[in-house]
T-cell receptor
Framework: AQSVSQHNHHVILSEAASLELGCNYS??????LFWYVQYPGQHLQLLLK??????LVKGIKGFEAEFIKSKFSFNLRKPSVQWSDTAEYFC?????????????FGKGTKLSVKP | EAQVTQNPRYLITVTGKKLTVTCSQN?????MSWYRQDPGLGLRQIYY???????DKGDVPEGYKVSRKEKRNFPLILESPSPNQTSLYFC?????????????FGPGTRLTVL
């Protein structure tokens, strides 16, 4: 079965620090990849997505992610975090074949940014 | 405004009392899905629907029912809720179920079963 692993359960950073959140998936075929963010008390919002093409994807609020097919990874990065980035971040993968559009989510990484 | 709406947003109920959580989207999306979110477990899919009258089980369907009689609505039914169904529930929709489609999420329903 497909799975998505997010390496860190809780990350604590100071403002202006750089961020990298790891995401690895197990499916060997063609995939769509997503990062969602959930601010406290709110619903999930799409940060960025990869369908095809340039493996370096830029999203909203200065976030970017790099798809490395050989490593089955889609790590999220931001050069300088702000207190307002405090949230929970979810990586999600959709296989192109088989489950016809079902997203598999990682367990999430909580990011706490200290002012 | 294009959106996915859920009602109610908060619900406290007792074991065994049937309840329905409604989900509606105004984007003419074919695909709709229900997830539950639990601490440390991320989001897990309960049921999904590729189109009207087409529904299928996700990863954690036990104790839940759904229906898709109209394109815009996808209610989640708990016939006999139990405390282990206390969770945060999200409805989502996308234009279609295949590749190249992102899902749009509703605001969530926090359910407590006593």
């Amino acid at each position: 079965a497909q799975s998505v692993s997010q390496h860190n359960h809780h990350v604590i950073l100071s403002e202006a620090a750089s961020l990298e959140l790891g995401c690895n998936y197990s499916y060997g075929g063609t995939v769509n990849l997503f990062w969602y963010v959930q601010y406290p008390g709110q619903h999930l919002q799409l940060l960025l997505k990869y369908f095809s093409g340039d493996p370096l994807v830029k999203g909203i609020k200065g976030f970017e992610a790099e798809f490395i097919k050989s490593k089955f990874s889609f790590n999220l990065r931001k050069p300088s975090v702000q207190w307002s980035d405090t949230a929970e971040y979810f990586c999600a993968v959709k296989s192109i074949w088989g489950s016809q559009g079902n997203l598999i989510f990682g367990k999430g990484t909580k990011l706490s940014v200290k002012p | 405004e294009a959106q996915v709406t859920q009602n109610p947003r908060y619900l406290i109920t007792v074991t065994g009392k049937k309840l329905t959580v409604t989900c509606s989207q105004n984007m003419n999306h074919e695909y709709m899905s229900w997830y539950r979110q639990d601490p440390g477990l991320g989001l897990r899919q309960i049921y999904y629907s590729m189109n009207v009258e087409v529904t299928d089980k996700g990863d954690v369907p036990e104790g839940y029912k759904v229906s898709r009689k109209e394109k815009r609505n996808f209610p989640l039914i708990l016939e006999s809720p139990s405390p282990n169904q206390t969770s945060l529930y999200f409805c989502a929709s996308s234009p279609r179920g295949g590749a190249g489609n992102e899902q749009f999420f509703g605001p969530g329903t926090r359910l407590t079963v006593l």
